[in-house]
Every structure is written in structure tokens, then in C-alpha cells.
């Protein structure tokens, strides 16, 4: 039972780039979440799904983009990367059962 | 939106000591999360403890819903009780929870 996984662990980009944030859950939960950590903050909500196919917008969605591939995994995608985006983008996930969330390790994303 | 406040920002301890942080919520909750950051980056949480209290080893934790704050009790610190201390409230069950910018806990031997 590997809980909430996240790749990468660390990515670089240029401005301008693309890319995906993969999530993946075992624990066969309903709702999963993005997050993101700037330094001496806590974490804001980007988009959450409450479940599969399903998904609707957090607190900071603007330049970000999710699908809910199905009940286990839950993508992140920056279209056009800018440093503001530059933080630890965090994923979570919650059973139907419990509004105890978990958290995956985090992706460490620097954009230049 | 719900603020949320958390003191102190900064805390150091000597191994042994005991702790209190405290979590202040502007407007009614139904969902209130206690979770430690270690120095890895690695949240994990702590409690579930929208009212009332509970205890899990050295630490504890009490909701007072009706005057909107939280407290966390660390008892007896240890080195590997260092990191982040994150508050987080939500309005709505399980979604969208709103966290403080936390309390960062340094314990030294």
C-alpha cells in the first residue's frame, strides 16, 4: 500500500514550457486535490475532484489545468509555465468515509 | 474567505520541554486538520478534531468550536518533533481546506 505517490520529485523548467504533475492513489479514494506551497506559507488549494470525473476549482486555478483520469489518478498541467508558478505542488486524497486527507510527498517545480 | 491565524510563528524548545500551539478560525468549521511537515518536506496528519479533544501518545490536541480556536499540546519534545506545525479548516466537508501559515517547531538536544 504505497498511499499517495507523486512524479516527478523535481523538475526544472523554462518559461513558456509545459508539463504534467502525475498523481496516484491505493487507497481507493473518492476525492483527490492539488495543492501548492510557497515559502513561509501554508498550502492553497488548486483544483480539487470530489470524484471520478468530476473536478472544480480551488482557491489559485489560474494557469493550471486537472483531469481525473479515473478514480486513482489525478494530473496537474501547467499549459505555459512562469516562475510565479515556481513551488511544491502537493496531492491529496480523501475516502468517502473519513475528511481526514493524505498527502503525497510533493514535486518540487522550478521555473527559470 | 475563513482566515486562519496560528501562533507563534516561531518556537524553540529544549528536548523535554512541553508546547502549546494555537490555531485561531474566523468563522464556523466542520472540518479542522493538525498536520506536522518534517524537515523532508512530508506532511502528515496529525488529527481530525473539528470539536472536542483527543490524544494520540505525546500529543493532544483541543477544538472549542463555539469560540473558534484549536490547540495542539506537544508534551515531553523530542529532536524528531521539529518541522512545521499546519492548522487547516474547511467550511464544506472535506473539501477545500484552508490552511495557516503554520508554526515552525525547532527542538534542540
Known amino acids: 500500500n504505497a498511499g499517495v505517490t507523486q512524479t516527478p520529485k523535481f523538475q526544472v523548467l523554462k518559461t513558456g514550457q509545459s508539463m504534467t504533475l502525475q498523481c496516484a492513489q491505493d487507497?481507493?479514494?473518492?476525492?483527490m486535490y492539488w495543492y501548492r506551497q510557497d515559502p513561509g506559507m501554508g498550502l492553497r488549494l488548486i483544483y480539487y475532484?470530489?470524484?471520478?470525473?468530476?473536478?472544480d476549482k480551488g482557491e489559485v486555478p489560474n494557469g493550471y489545468n486537472v483531469s481525473r483520469l479515473n478514480k486513482r489518478e489525478f494530473s496537474l498541467r501547467l499549459e505555459s509555465a512562469a516562475p510565479s508558478q515556481t513551488s511544491v505542488y502537493f496531492c491529496?486524497?480523501?475516502?468517502?468515509?473519513?475528511?481526514?486527507?493524505?498527502f503525497g510527498p510533493g514535486t518540487r517545480l522550478t521555473v527559470l | 474567505g475563513i482566515q486562519v491565524e496560528q501562533s507563534p510563528p516561531d518556537l524553540i524548545l529544549q528536548e523535554g520541554a512541553n508546547s502549546t500551539l494555537r490555531c485561531n478560525f474566523s468563522?464556523?468549521?466542520?472540518?479542522l486538520q493538525w498536520f506536522h511537515q518534517n524537515p523532508w518536506g512530508q506532511l502528515i496528519n496529525l488529527f481530525y478534531i473539528p470539536s472536542g479533544t483527543k490524544q494520540n501518545g505525546r500529543l493532544s490536541a483541543t477544538t472549542v468550536a463555539t469560540e473558534r480556536y484549536s490547540l495542539l499540546y506537544i508534551s515531553s519534545s523530542q529532536t524528531t518533533d521539529s518541522g512545521v506545525y499546519f492548522c487547516a479548516v474547511s467550511m464544506e466537508y472535506g473539501n477545500k481546506l484552508v490552511f495557516g501559515a503554520g508554526t515552525i517547531l525547532r527542538v534542540k538536544s
Open positions: 468563522d464556523s468549521v466542520n472540518n
Open positions: 491529496a486524497s480523501k475516502s468517502q468515509f473519513t475528511d481526514t486527507q493524505y
Open positions: 475532484s470530489a470524484s471520478e470525473g468530476t473536478t
Open positions: 487507497m481507493n479514494h473518492n476525492s
